[in-house]
């Protein structure tokens, strides 16, 4: 079989996988994302990684060295090379197990190792992913079915007032207090925009949380180091008084593997709404923005700067905040500093129980056949 073959087979792996690289409404796989996968994948490992499933299934050592039919220290060999470009991920700690990484992942964690990477391919790749995100709008893919987001956005718990109910799974805090262990790395949509001299924003680039699962691999992968439970709670306040919104897979139960701190202007999920045209690029929280004292408005402006939603406008007396664009991120929350905005629960998004759900349902709606084991 000629290698482009075997590229081929990867291409299909991964586009009958949550999120597909087909665009939405076609089985129609791009040039540019072919292209992407070329420079990615080794041609001297790319015969041995598609005999590896695409994740959530996994496979053992053991099992790909009977795939592969080389020794069990060869196949070790080629599956942790595989694990240091950026192909696979790893899971299990005394039996390791191996599996692709999802397209969104695939899309993901390149920008991590940029610096690592030749100058040249780093650049191709970077180029070429924002080719089949923004030009082929593969963001929609990214992001979810057109009615069900994959991610959510969640509130800092101080924006919540104590007197309100907050379930475990839409507070920050308690996924963060939940978690065995957490990682902070790189906002991998600030990176790829900084390679290519595009990144229009200064906010920090080392701004997500990666948390159990998640926390795992970006620091065996040495994109990550490890950090405390106070330190996470603290660094989020500060990003969230800076103006960036919290982000989270749109589950309840299980793994949360990331908390991400976004902003309208690098973000691919929140940027769905604010850049592009797809209004259901990520779930609000089920909370909105209220102004409780409107008397004490000093008119600072300060919310309406703030907001990554263009939710709120200025009127004659105090802001008016839109009850559709409304988010609940909680940003003007923190930020107002007369404390007269309060979030109010509103029984608004669906948050699915796990990961499967979720994936079966985007598969659903978007008329895709996806294998999850
Ligand atoms: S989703 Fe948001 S925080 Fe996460 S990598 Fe993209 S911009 Fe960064
Ligand atoms: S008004 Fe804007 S900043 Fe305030 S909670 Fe809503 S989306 Fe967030
Ligand atoms: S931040 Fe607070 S005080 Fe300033 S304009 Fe907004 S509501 Fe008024």
């Given amino acids: 079989m000629k290698n482009e073959e075997y590229y081929e087979i990867l291409a299909k792996k991964l586009d009958s996988a949550i999120q597909g690289l087909s665009k939405m409404g076609s089985d129609k796989i791009s040039e540019t994302w072919m292209e992407y996968l070329r420079t990615l994948v080794p041609t001297d490992l790319i015969q041995y990684m598609i005999k590896l499933p ?36 790893r899971v299990g700690s005394k039996k390791k197990k191996y599996a692709i990484h999802l397209p969104l992942l695939i899309f993901d964690v390149p920008p991590l190792s940029y610096e690592r990477y030749p100058k040249e391919k780093a650049e191709k790749l ?167 004292n409107i008397e004490e408005c000093q008119k600072c402006e300060i919310c309406v700067e703030k907001c990554n939603f263009d939710a709120i406008r200025m009127g004659e007396i105090s802001p008016n905040i839109d009850q559709k664009r409304c988010m609940g991120c909680g940003v003007c929350v923190v930020n107002c500093p007369n404390q007269i905005i309060e979030l109010k629960r509103i029984e608004r998004e669906e948050i699915y129980r796990d990961v499967i759900e979720l994936g079966l349902k985007v598969a659903k709606e978007t008329d895709r056949e996806i294998k999850l084991f």
């Fill in 54 to 89: 695409v994740f959530p299934a996994v496979m053992t050592i053991r099992k790909f060295t009977r795939e592969i039919d080389k020794t069990e220290e060869k196949a070790t060999e080629i599956l942790e090379e595989l694990f240091n470009n950026d192909c696979v991920m």
């Fill in 126 to 292: 970077a180029r070429l992913s924002i080719k089949f995100l923004e030009e082929e709008e593969w963001y929609k893919n990214f992001e979810g079915s057109p009615e069900t987001p994959l991610t959510r956005v969640i509130p800092v718990q101080e924006s919540v007032p104590i007197q309100q109910n907050i379930l475990p799974y839409e507070d920050v805090e308690k996924i963060i207090d939940d978690s065995k262990l957490l990682s902070l790395q790189k906002c991998a949509c600030r990176m790829r925009l900084e390679y290519l001299g595009r990144r229009k924003c200064d906010y920090p680039i080392e701004s997500c949380i990666g948390v159990n699962q998640g926390a795992k691999y970006f620091i065996e992968r040495g994109h990550a180091k490890e950090i405390s439970k106070d330190d996470a709670k603290a660094l989020l306040k500060k990003l969230n008084k800076l103006g960036l919104v919290h982000t989270t897979e749109n589950f309840r139960k299980g793994n949360h593997t990331l908390i991400c701190s976004c902003c309208s202007c690098c973000c691919n999920l929140i940027g769905g709404i604010t850049r592009y045209d797809n209004p259901r690029a990520v779930a609000a929280a089920n909370y909105i923005a209220t102004i409780m």
